[in-house]
């Protein structure tokens, strides 16, 4: 009765998505109406996230079986949408994943892939200089090429998520002797030399399902409970309250940081992953901070109920921010792609004694594009001009593209390097971009923190 009461009420009432440029004059208006369901929220935010919008405002209400949730989105230059094009597809893309949500009987992560073309490999160890070095030397050896890559780490904790095919076959592997293999090698690659007084590495592999990469990452650093090993204190971190709301049975989170991109997509998915449900919300960014207000309770119904529980939330919350926020010199590597580049790439930066804090790695089209942040060996995010001189030289070949160059900014001081340099093997031509020295900003953002989030 529960589901055809359910099936009866999405027909009367279907989800409506509405997206107006002229209801604000700096930001473009997004309203989703809809049936409520655990999850959906997030749904939502992802959906925002990944087509790159940063949210300026919002306003989450969701009661009595219906929700409305509203948003104010610019683009990363800090503007309004104003191509139609892009317009309807956000309205298209956004009424499309509320249906299919609501025609579900539950929500989940993991999302049957359409066509089984690659294998994805979860990791998760202790964080050390060169670990993404030795994986993808070691995919190399066993003649996997990565198609796509991200790897996080924090509090000395390191999370990867890696899809990779078969050299041979351009396909995922399911040879089950050559996915055992893999997995020993890769296993043993994440524990390193860690004793028995360290978490042990973790490792999952999958041939018929894909994630969202972003919450997967969350979803292994949360549980591998990240959140747990502090560093030391810094004038940037977050700061999070947890308060009872008695009156109205609700939790209240409020939460006060730097803002930047996908920082709304961050604390949701925390929250989400936690079991906690957003009744109520507030997100207001300013110039450079963003503030944020929840009402929650847990999935039973009932609020936070003790104090242990509520720093447990603030410290997990801490921890979704902070991943992140990554100091350190931001790479972004431009080359055809072939095979082995990742790995060719990696130890060229770490034999000149750089670390990967961060990685994002793309192939799309036969080209290339990796990023990542980059700090020293013990951590601190100021490297050397010298040394990017060096890791440009052995990298090679800027190419003669107008506009081809190496820029590293910070501490006050600039330096932009565009040198001709020999041609790589196979003709391959590579192209550099660092970004400022990275602190708290987006991949995507080289000169400036965008005034908004997402």
């Known amino acids: 009765m529960d589901d055809e009461f359910a099936k009866l009420n999405r027909r009367i009432n279907p989800p409506r998505v509405i997206v107006d440029n002229g209801a604000c004059g700096h930001a473009t208006f997004i309203q989703v109406d809809s049936v409520n369901k655990h999850e959906i929220l ?56 509320v249906y299919i949500l609501n025609s579900m009987k539950s929500s989940a992560n993991l999302i049957p892939s359409k066509d089984h073309t ?7 160890g202790n964080d050390r200089p060169g670990l993404l070095s030795e994986l993808s030397a070691v995919l190399a ?6 198609i796509n890559a991200e790897i996080w780490t924090h509090n ?7 899809h990779i095919t078969d050299r041979s076959t351009g396909h995922a592997i399911e040879d089950p002797d050559q996915l055992s293999t893999i997995k020993e090698l890769l296993f043993n690659v994440m524990k390193g030399d860690s004793d028995f007084k360290t978490p042990s590495a973790r490792m999952f592999v999958s041939t018929s399902r894909e994630t969202h990469t972003g919450r997967r990452l969350h979803q292994m650093l949360l549980a591998d409970r990240d959140f747990e090993r502090h560093n030391d204190k810094c004038s940037m971190e977050p700061h999070v309250t947890v308060l009872d709301c008695s009156d109205r049975d609700y939790t209240v989170v409020t939460i006060r940081c730097l803002d ?15 079991e906690y449900v957003v009744f109520h919300g507030t997100v207001i960014t300013g110039r450079l901070e963003a503030y944020q207000e929840y009402y929650i309770r ?10 242990a529980e509520q720093q447990r939330v603030m410290e997990c919350l801490e921890a979704a921010i902070e991943r992140r926020t990554t100091q350190g010199v931001e790479l972004e590597v431009i080359t055809e792609d072939r095979f082995g580049v990742l790995s060719e790439i990696t130890r060229i930066i770490r034999e000149n004694g750089l670390s990967i804090k961060r990685a994002e ?31 440009q030289k052995e990298i090679g070949g800027l190419g003669e593209e107008e506009g081809c160059g190496m820029k590293v900014e910070g501490n006050n001081s600039s330096l932009l390097l565009s040198t001709k340099l020999p041609k790589e093997k196979h003709d391959t031509r590579t192209s550099f971009s660092f970004g400022n020295l990275f602190k708290g900003r987006n991949f995507h953002n080289f000169n400036k923190l965008i005034k908004s989030c997402s």
């Open 260 to 274: 930047r991109p996908k920082l709304l997509f961050d604390t949701v998915c925390c929250l989400t992953d936690m």
């Open 361 to 391: 790695i793309r192939r799309n089209g036969g080209k290339a594009n990796d990023r990542f942040i980059v700090s020293d060996v013990m951590g601190n995010g100021v490297v050397d001009p010298k040394t990017m001189e060096m890791v």
């Open 141 to 146: 050896d066993m003649g996997c090429n990565v």
């Open 156 to 162: 000395a904790r390191a999370a990867t998520v890696i």
């Open 42 to 97: 997030l749904e939502i935010v992802q959906v925002l996230s990944d087509l790159n919008l940063n949210v300026t405002k919002a306003y989450i209400s969701s009661d009595a079986g219906w929700f409305m949730d509203v948003f104010y989105v610019t683009d990363n230059r800090g503007k309004k949408i104003t191509d139609e094009e892009t317009l309807g597809y956000i309205q298209k893309t956004l009424e499309t994943k």
């Open 118 to 124: 690659s294998t994805t490999i979860e990791l998760t």
């Open 298 to 307: 847990h999935v039973d119904g009932f609020p936070i109920s003790s104090e």
